[in-house]
């Protein structure tokens, strides 16, 4: 890589130099250039480290809200039957669901 010698940021921008001729001398040094990516690939990305604990943390997240839907909605049929059996008498009707009352 050291062969590869780019030109002066100022040539590039008063167009003296395009990037054609960058892209040949690249070309004419790929049989020199070695990548290391084999080994790069072998090595535990941080990158992934933090993904799976971004995700193992958004799923106890996921958990702790679902429980407490769940907990919400126990509650909210225990009231529902607790007045249904304070008020339940001839001619009173519970509905459960505004929909059923637009339908009768």
């Known amino acids: 890589m050291k062969l590869l010698i780019m030109p002066p940021a100022t040539q590039l921008r008063n167009h003296q130099i395009d990037y054609k001729a960058i892209v040949s001398k690249v070309l004419a040094m790929r049989p020199y250039i070695q990548c290391k990516r084999h080994d790069i690939v072998k090595i535990p990305s941080i990158i992934l480290a933090e993904f799976e604990r971004e995700l193992q943390k958004s799923e106890t997240l996921r958990m702790?809200?679902?429980?407490?839907?769940?907990?919400?909605?126990?509650?909210?049929?225990?009231?529902?039957?607790?007045?249904?059996?304070?008020?339940?008498?001839?001619?009173?009707?519970?509905?459960?669901?505004e929909l059923d009352l637009a339908e009768r």
């Open 64 to 97: 702790s809200v679902k429980k407490n839907i769940e907990k919400e909605n126990r509650v909210q049929k225990e009231k529902f039957m607790r007045m249904k059996a304070k008020y339940d008498r001839e001619g009173v009707e519970f509905i459960e669901d």
